[in-house]
């Protein structure tokens, strides 16, 4: 502080106490820094007192009633370190009933020792937690899902009036931002969709030949994965991949966005931010993602295909045959009708959540972690639902 | 103080060129900082005053010329010596740059934890002084998200000084805010130069504050690419000087 350098080879901070009648002389030498160790004044208190019996012969030295502080002429500079070294030596004074004397250090020192035993009393205890029981807890739990539930309906029926408007008026579509993100959530997925679709297609031959063998139906594999499939693991691994992948990456944006103040932009300017942006989303995942799920299917019924060859000694022919017997055109379409679904709660959740996040960093970090949990549990939720839905058609 | 020599001056930069990629923004800049001076950088919009604070502080590297904090040399450190010499300077950064998910109590006590030798309640101790210094008591437990800019920048300027720095940088303190805020963000510039005979460089082109606090200014123009001026702001106004400085210390509004 008094001159502050970079210099580290200064000696190391120093600090002396002898005991004189009933006051402590302290003097203070060497370079006092806040990032190096610094003397503990117990220490020093300790070794003055000892010394004092030792050389005066003493049982009981006097109590000190005063310290004095002074500058050593080798002092090389002091900051932070010796005003905390201060503000122990003030405490220690007032707990043994002795008068301090800084008259001797320069004034900013004396002021900075005060402010600092200052405020430290003004530290100011975190208030209390509200007390909670189980019930209060529960309570508040279950107001959280209900409101939690109204965000996401009032959301959707948004949602559902902007397709309206844009649907009268289609010139008022943002074309050009939903070819963008079809490309980013479509094109760009086949690689990983692909790889997922395959693999999930050998691990369901593997599993259901365990079983089919001991029967000897090693031929109903066919049926198994394509069904399995098509109705179901298509869609919903597509779902699982694009939730973390697209609608992660809505969230973030769009929490970005919000928290450089460009939706509120958008607001002023009289555009709604859910037609500008969660529009073209929405839209883009409820096109690529029935596209993304047949073309799981395709690679999956390949991976079944092929692992139906190598252990079953199954020909790809008879395979495919004995698929179509079941795997129908309604098949494909339930499974299809659940992309679409699958697609539109990705994109609604990860822009939701994109919205309301908070203006920080590590809001736009929960936006993104809240958007994927919204995304797989919805998903899940909405699968039960078609479940039973198809069941009850006959489908 | 400890320094061989103390009448090493606090910064010293010769024949610094600063780049982006083939583009010059500012060349043959030469100046030095004096130990416990309040030093501007000043300019116009886009004349390289943030690209030279970001090639003194070492975020991009200088393309040609030396920096030297207190005769040391920057970029001949060492990864060790440089990490060192990063703990001489303190910077305040333009919107504060607070960690976001850290209240401002933990905020100043991260550079002591990491640097220091110090004890949690003593860390406490030094962290509630720190905040006194900025008048921000009692702010300790709120988030960077919780406070209005303002304090947000005294928040900023707190952890800067938290391990004493030498050297303390601002990147426009004034910006977006009121007069009286930034007036009294000026006098805690002085204040703690005072106190701790810290050196300030301050980055501004905020008229009111150049004339209120500035010992010195260093002028910087688009067109030159490079310094137009030194010297006392006060004198720099006056008829005499370079006719850019004094062009932009009275707004245009004195021309002969």
Request: aromatic share 8%.
């Amino acid at each position: 502080m008094s001159a502050p350098s970079v210099a580290t080879t200064a000696s190391a901070a120093r600090a002396e106490a002898r005991l004189e009648g009933d006051c402590m002389h302290v003097v203070l030498g060497g370079h006092w820094r806040i990032t190096q160790p610094r003397p503990a004044w117990a220490d020093i208190v300790a070794r003055a007192m000892a010394d004092a019996k030792t050389s005066a012969n003493a049982a009981h030295p006097p109590a000190p009633r005063c310290v004095r502080l002074a500058f050593a002429d080798d002092l090389a500079g002091w900051d932070s370190a010796l005003v905390m070294f201060a503000g122990e030596i003030l405490r220690w004074s007032r707990g043994h009933d002795a008068y301090c004397d800084f008259a001797a250090l320069p004034e900013p020192v004396r002021r900075l020792a005060d402010q600092l035993t200052g405020a430290a009393e003004q530290v100011d205890a975190p208030p209390p937690e509200p007390a909670q029981n189980f019930l209060a807890m529960l309570g508040h739990a279950a107001t959280d899902v209900w409101r939690k539930a109204g965000e996401i309906a009032a959301f959707v029926g948004e949602c559902a009036l902007g397709a309206a408007r844009v649907a009268r008026d289609p010139r008022k579509f943002r074309w050009r931002d939903w070819l963008d993100e079809m490309q980013q959530c479509g094109a760009m997925a086949l690689p990983i969709v692909g790889l997922i679709g395959f693999l999930v297609g050998v691990t369901l031959a593997y599993t259901g030949a365990i079983v089919l063998r001991q029967y000897g139906g090693d031929i109903y594999l066919a049926d198994l994965i394509g069904l399995a499939m098509v109705r179901e693991m298509g869609a919903v691994m597509t779902a699982v991949v694009l939730a973390g992948r697209t609608g992660a990456a809505f969230a973030a944006t769009l929490g970005n966005m919000k928290a450089g103040e460009e939706i509120d932009a958008l607001t002023t300017f009289g555009i709604r931010p859910v037609d500008f942006l969660v529009l073209p989303r929405v839209a883009a995942l409820g096109v690529m993602m029935p596209l993304l799920a047949l073309y799981a299917n395709a690679l999956g019924v390949l991976g079944g295909m092929t692992v139906s060859y190598g252990l079953l000694n199954i020909s790809p022919t008879a395979y495919w045959h004995e698929m179509l017997a079941t795997v129908t055109q309604r098949s494909i379409n339930v499974g299809l009708i659940k992309a679409v679904a699958f697609g539109l709660i990705v994109g609604l959740a990860g822009c939701l959540r994109g919205l309301e996040a908070e203006r920080s960093a590590a809001g736009v970090g929960r936006a993104a972690t809240s958007a994927v949990v919204t995304a797989l549990l919805l998903l899940v939720l909405a699968d039960a639902f078609f479940a039973v839905a198809f069941n009850a058609l006959g489908w | 103080m400890s320094a061989p020599d103390p009448s090493t001056p606090a910064i010293e930069v010769s024949t610094l060129e600063c780049r982006y990629g083939d583009t010059v923004v500012l060349r043959d800049v030469s100046f030095t900082v004096r130990r416990g001076e309040i030093f501007f950088v000043i300019g116009g919009s886009g004349c390289g005053k943030s690209t030279l604070l970001r090639n003194l502080i070492g975020l991009h590297p200088p393309a040609a010329g030396t920096v030297k904090f207190f005769g040391e040399s920057f970029a001949d450190a060492g990864e060790a010596r440089r990490r060192e010499l990063l703990r001489t300077f303190g910077v305040l950064y333009q919107g504060g740059a607070l960690w976001s998910s850290l209240t401002l109590r933990e905020n100043v006590a991260l550079p002591l934890e990491e640097y220091t030798p110090l004890t949690a309640a003593e860390r406490d101790e030094l962290v509630a002084l720190k905040l006194a210094q900025v008048g921000l008591t009692g702010y300790g437990d709120h988030y960077p998200a919780e406070i209005s800019g303002g304090m947000r920048k005294r928040a900023g300027l707190a952890r800067a000084l938290a391990l004493d720095p030498a050297v303390v940088f601002f990147d426009e303190p004034s910006a977006g805010l009121d007069p009286l805020t930034s007036r009294s963000l000026d006098e805690l510039i002085r204040q703690i130069r005072d106190t701790l005979g810290t050196t300030c460089v301050v980055v501004s082109h905020e008229l009111a504050s150049i004339f209120a606090i500035a010992d010195r200014v260093l002028m910087l123009d688009k067109s030159a690419k490079g310094v137009v001026a030194e010297g006392n702001p006060h004198k720099l106004a006056k008829p005499g000087a370079d006719a850019r400085a004094r062009e932009f210390l009275t707004r245009g509004e004195n021309q002969p």
